[in-house]
């Protein structure tokens, strides 16, 4: 168990970030008179199918506003909930200058800078809100998780702590705290995200538990967390490649692999693990496989292109692998892993020519009837025969 959370943790990374963007519950409903309601998680913002928004003398827009702020303003909604998120802030910049003195445009414009990986622009934003509001929820919020993404976890901490001063009961920014003090005090991430489970049990609060009785030496305790979140959220992709990290790091690949194939869908970055878990296992035509269909999922994707690539090499296959290489080199042709994997292409065909002439004639006859996939394990066994022999 000694490498235990090393691959753990960059498999709970993805559901991680995603959590951070969607965690805080900050939502934003902007009504036909450009008004904003920040803070709640949508669930809780109907009422009897309408949305509550915040009355015109709290954020400083009067019913008789600007009709094209409020369009800015609702055109950055629309764009969020498409997942359109650039031109998210475009509107909301657009909308937070035209209104100036509208706080909640700015926690709009950082909120969506956040989601669009503008971090600086987010920070900008979120304090220029607060300076009209130096104590709002919602702001420092918004901006404990933007330090959080940008890794500044100095600054995320004392704001997120500021936030539980005055909000001790958040499973959110409790979370977040957690999130943040997982590494340097293990300890102290617990009783947070205890405290954030007992008030709103997630399967992202029982992930981060699992990682931090990982630091804390406790396999059994990380176990039963991955179990509970599974259960909570069985088809969460994420949540199952979590699952699936913690076996894989155990070195307990078939429960990985199985854990994996279990998933009720199979995005290119499930598949993806799964050729890189069949690698570990030292399955290497499933490995290539699996690549095969990520790569084939997301072709334009050439990381995916080059791990397909490389599989099929290891797998015997430069047939295949060279599909994959035409069109990695179609997206980057200076990608220097395009050039490894066909150098390593190369090589293994040298050898086998010079195996082949030295061979004597029978043998360099049968050599030169055997399929191109043959080759290549043959050159593959003679190569690592010498590096053995030296």
Known sequence: MKALGTRFSAALCSLMLAGAATASGQ??????????ATGQPKQAQKTH??????????????????????????????????????????????????????TDFWFLLGYTARLAGR????????????????NSINGLSGLAQTYARMGRNDDA????????????????????????FLTSDPQRAVGLLQRADALKPSARTELLMARAYVLLKQPERSREMLERA??????????????????????QYDLAISTLKSAPSKPPALLGELGYTYQLAGKKKEA?????????????????????????????????????????????????????VRGQIASLQNEFSRIARNAPASSSK???????????????WSVGMSARNV
Not at 27 to 36: A, D, L, M, R
Not at 292 to 302: G, H, L, V, Y
Not at 307 to 324: H, K, P
């Open 119 to 134: 971090y600086q622009t987010s920070v900008d934003a979120y304090q220029h809100g607060l300076k009209n509001q130096p």
């Open 157 to 180: 901490k004392k704001t997120v702590l500021q936030v539980l001063a005055a909000n001790p009961k958040s499973p959110t920014e409790l979370t977040l705290a957690g999130e943040l």
């Open 366 to 380: 049968a050599f030169r009837n055997m399929p191109s996939s043959s080759w290549i394990r043959r050159a593959t």
């Open 288 to 340: 290539a496989d699996s690549y095969a269909q990520a790569a084939n999922a997301q072709s334009k994707d050439i990381a995916l292109q080059l791990s397909a690539a490389q599989a099929f090499v290891n797998a015997g296959d430069t047939g295949r692998a060279n599909g994959f290489l035409k069109r990695a080199e179609s997206i980057d042709p200076n990608n220097y892993r395009l050039h490894a």
């Open 27 to 36: 939502t934003f409903e902007v009504n036909q008179n450009g008004q904003v």
């Open 230 to 251: 599974r259960r909570r959220a069985p088809r969460d992709t994420d949540v199952v490649r979590a699952v699936a990290g913690f076996y894989r790091d155990a070195r």
């Open 49 to 102: 199918g309408r949305s509550q928004v915040s009355s015109p003398s709290s954020n400083g827009m009067g019913w008789g506003s600007s009709i094209e702020v409020a369009r800015q303003a609702r055109a950055a909604q629309q764009a969020i909930d498409r997942g359109d998120y650039a031109s998210a802030v475009a509107y909301a910049e657009r909308a937070a200058k035209a209104a100036p003195q509208n």
